[in-house]
């Protein structure tokens, strides 16, 4: 049971620490989408 609560927290203290590592990498690759132009209506 102590091993299991050891490495609940292990993983949970590395889901904090990497979610606003994960997030930047996810904006960096927002920039590079190249979004189509706007179609004139006709």
């Known amino acids: 049971m ?3 609560s050891i490495m609940a927290l292990l ?3 590395s ?3 990497l979610a ?3 997030a930047n ?3 960096k690759y927002a920039d590079k ?3 189509p132009k706007k ?3 006709k």
């Open 2 to 4: 102590k091993t299991l």
């Open 11 to 13: 993983v949970y203290w």
């Open 15 to 17: 889901v904090i620490i």
């Open 20 to 22: 606003p590592v994960i």
């Open 25 to 27: 990498e996810q904006s």
């Open 33 to 35: 989408i190249i979004y």
């Open 39 to 41: 179609k004139p209506n």
